[in-house]
């Protein structure tokens, strides 16, 4: 079992740069691919980022590379989102996910633990 709970959210003006964060307890963690989500209000939950158990792999949606970078620490049991020049289109409730599986996905319903959420508000 794994508890996920993300901060760092907030309200930032286009342009700006936030990082989120995911702590996650339970000691297997470090045996766990992890990925970001968002929904922003009307719309589906899409896939953000994700990265391996190990750290080796990380994979982005289109919309979000080279802004967004994805980072886990194994011993502190938290994943990071950094996100850079933020666009008034990244506003949404983004969500942190644990996958038991070793490959990396970015489809939602095969992560199988979801934190509550945090709110990121882009200003334009």
């Known amino acids: 079992q794994v508890q996920l709970v993300e901060s760092g959210g907030g309200l930032v003006q286009a342009g700006g740069s936030l990082r989120l964060s995911c702590a996650a307890s339970?000691?297997?963690?470090?045996?766990?691919?992890m990925g970001w989500f968002r929904q922003a209000p009307g719309k589906e939950r899409e896939f953000v980022a994700a990265i391996r158990w190990s750290g080796d792999s990380t994979s982005y949606a289109e919309s979000v590379k080279g802004r967004f970078t994805i980072s886990r620490d194994n011993v502190k049991n938290t994943v990071y989102l950094q996100m850079n020049s933020l666009k008034f289109e990244d506003t949404a409730v983004y969500y942190c996910?644990?996958?038991?599986?070793?490959?990396?996905?970015?489809?939602?319903?095969?992560?199988?633990?979801w934190g509550q959420g945090t709110q990121v508000t882009v200003s334009s």
């Open positions: 996910a644990a996958d038991r599986h070793l490959g990396i996905s970015r489809y939602a319903n095969v992560y199988d633990y």
């Open positions: 339970g000691r297997t963690f470090s045996r766990y691919t």
